[in-house]
């Protein structure tokens, strides 16, 4: 059975910086892995994804460059470092897992991921 349990989430300052770490059980981890958020009023938005036991990474426009996904196999932990916060990256974020070996084109849409945590929130604001 398939657990994910986040951790990281907080309230910080636009410009700020925080770590959000996603520690699991009973997955793969060279399968493709992804941040979700849900922000209020938008729909569910893929952040990141990375497979291949962490050599392949893909990003959303919104957050490349300031995001970085990477994963601690040894710990079963997946992180996702989040630099020059803006207030548009409040929500509520959420760690996936899919049973498939590497991340779909179109990963973003969620379709993939089997199993999902039950998220932590990240605020920014002044």
């Known amino acids: 059975q398939v657990r994910l349990v986040e951790s990281g989430g907080g309230s910080v300052q636009p410009g700020g910086s925080l770590r959000l770490s996603c520690t699991g059980s009973?997955?793969?981890?060279?399968?493709?892995m992804g941040w979700f958020r849900r922000t209020p009023g938008k729909e569910r938005e893929g952040v990141a994804a990375?497979?291949?036991?962490?050599?392949?990474?893909d990003y959303a426009d919104s957050v490349r460059g300031r995001f970085t996904i990477s994963q601690d196999n040894a710990n079963n932990t997946l992180y996702l470092q989040m630099n020059s916060l803006k207030s548009d990256d409040t929500g509520m974020y959420y760690c996936?897992?899919?049973?498939?070996?590497?991340?779909?084109?179109?990963?973003?849409?969620?379709?993939?991921?089997?199993?999902w945590g039950q998220g932590t929130q990240v605020t920014v604001s002044s």
């Open positions: 996936a897992v899919s049973g498939i070996s590497y991340c779909w084109q179109d990963w973003a849409q969620g379709r993939q991921f089997n199993y």
């Open positions: 009973g997955y793969t981890a060279d399968n493709c």
């Open positions: 990375i497979y291949a036991g962490g050599a392949l990474t």
